[in-house]
């Protein structure tokens, strides 16, 4: 059972566009993680937020979590070829993480 | 501080031969978790470990197995591999149970033949 849809599945964009990557759920959490993985290697933690309707910014990166702790956004401005990668949402429910179904971005310079 | 260490970074097999592999966590973390990841299936979360205990297993068949030692290093083992096993392996570390956040190490790329 996937817990946690991510869209859009692959993005592709021009350096310097504006992007948002959306986790929905039915179910809640009590914690949501964000994460990057380059290709081979392991994901990368961004953020963590944990209270219903949080905002959290990590430069260009912003990250919200729903009133409800059932879904959360990412939104990136400016996007540079740096932020190239595969991005992930984990949901967090009793001790165990749920993932995301991931977000492909290739930021084309 | 050390971050998450995996090994073998890579590993080619064949079918039907067992393989270990092996995480040690950041120091001070207790809580290491295996995930197997393929492009097909995404990120599947195979079993969790806290002091030397299994405490979550996920839906994968009884040839993949843990352990954990006292120092909370971790090892998997897969045996009777079979060809859809070819994934990358995570490991992944918390300093508890219940509460803390995950950080992965680098991954072992299993490839059957």
């Known amino acids: 059972t996937q817990l946690l849809e991510q869209s859009p599945q692959f993005l592709s964009i021009q350096e310097g566009e504006n992007l948002t990557v959306y986790c929905n759920s039915s179910s809640v959490f009590s914690s949501l993680q964000w994460y990057r993985q380059e290709p081979g290697e392991g994901p990368v933690l961004l953020v963590t937020v944990v209270t219903g309707g949080e905002v959290k910014k990590l430069k260009r990166l912003t990250f919200q979590f729903g009133d409800a702790r059932k879904d959360s956004s990412l939104h990136i401005t400016a996007a540079q070829p740096g932020d190239t990668g595969l991005y992930l949402c984990a949901g967090a429910t009793g001790n165990q993480f749920y993932f995301g179904t991931g977000t492909s971005l290739t930021v084309i310079p | ?113």
């Open chain 2, 1 to 113: 501080k050390a971050g998450v260490t995996q090994t073998p970074r890579y590993l080619i097999k064949t079918r039907g031969q067992q393989v270990t592999l092996s995480c040690s966590p950041i120091s001070g973390h207790r809580s290491v978790s295996w995930y197997q990841q393929t492009p097909g299936q995404g990120l599947q979360f195979l079993f969790e470990y806290f002091s030397e205990t299994q405490r979550n297993k996920g839906n994968f068949p009884g040839r993949f197995s843990g352990r954990q030692f006292s120092n909370s290093r971790s090892e998997m083992n897969v045996s009777t591999l079979e060809l859809g096993d070819s994934a990358l392996y995570l490991c992944a570390s918390r300093a508890g149970w219940v509460t803390g956040e995950q950080y992965f190490g680098p991954g072992t790329r299993l490839t059957v033949t």
